[in-house]
């Protein structure tokens, strides 16, 4: 009874599904759309999967797999082969988990620290859902661990090891005080942090939730990210040793990541994962789902409330450096950037226009340049 409910709304609303849609269109449309998200994939490394997600997300249209597949080989049969995979692969342990935020997992991904900009995530340990996602500088990532406190407090904490020398500022005594970072001790005095420790180090393969999340990333949009930056160099439209060009690239280029990389959180929490009857956990739903409802797959909440009255979350973030240790530029800058921005009218900021945009705005930033 339930699926002719379904049903009987589906055509109440005009949804169809990638069958009937797919034959609706006329043909150079719904091709037009798969040429559209290939053309972007700078890297040639989207699968049929993603593509054919990216174009639900972005345009509401669902298409089959069998004709995303056969346009994209007609137009591109040499990157089937050159999506291989070719990341190692680890031993893994099936996980047990109760509910969703017993436990998180984050960890920072340094692929594209090699053109500035590196990312600090976390996800549920439990459904995957990506909880946040940040574009920071690198000498702030040290620092993320408490902007969570700030709108979420979990049972524990999973965290690749911060003593890594890849982080220069490690020493600094705020972020070296775990046990008041983690506000399990200070709001939740109950629990006693020798059997249930707020934070647990791993090294970052065995750091699963996460790292599973990475390689999709990367395939997405990070090593597209990578190619335009290094196009705009390439080009001599970039000059890395101009500050000019620096100022203007690390405000840009920033936008244009944060844009990115909410779209992707947004697209992988709402695309349906697999059914997998011998996992335990959630399976053949969305990450979204499997988190706001996770009685469906037998679990339970298990977020720890937060009564912070006395303000000593905000103190510490203060005392950090507050809401601009996560910005690339100044204040002053950001504010006239901003408003030459809004001032050219762009419709849409992507990786194929960003150094186009990138000169316009040189001249209006600094005409003498």
Known sequence: MLRVDVKRRRRKLGLSGSGKTTKALPDYEKEQLVLNQMQN??????????????????TGTHLTKNF???VMFDHDPAGFAHRDPTSKKIHRVAKTNIGVNERWSADGHDKLAKIGFPIWAIVDDATGK??????VPMTTVWAMS???????????LVAFPYSSPRIAVRKQPLFMDWQMLSGIELFHPEYDLQELPAHVFLRSVHNISIERSWLNL?????NTAVKAFFRGQDEGVYEPGNLQHGELCRWLWAKLLRQELQNFVALRNGSRTRTNKAKVGPSGMSRNEAYSI????????????????????????QALGGDEILEFVSADFTRRADVAYINMNVRELTFTNVWAIFSSLLLVLYPAV
Do not use: M
């Open 146 to 156: 408490l902007l969570i406190v700030s709108f979420l407090l979990s049972s524990q």
């Open 41 to 58: 994939d700078l890297a040639r490394h989207r699968g049929v999967k993603s593509t054919r997600e990216r174009i639900a997300f972005e």
């Open 294 to 317: 996770p009685s469906t797959w037998g679990g339970r909440d298990c977020l720890l409330p937060i009564d912070d009255h006395g303000g000593l979350i905000a103190e510490l973030k």
């Open 68 to 70: 995303v597949s056969s």
């Open 218 to 222: 990367r395939l997405n949009f990070g």
């Open 130 to 135: 990506w909880l946040g996602a940040w574009v």
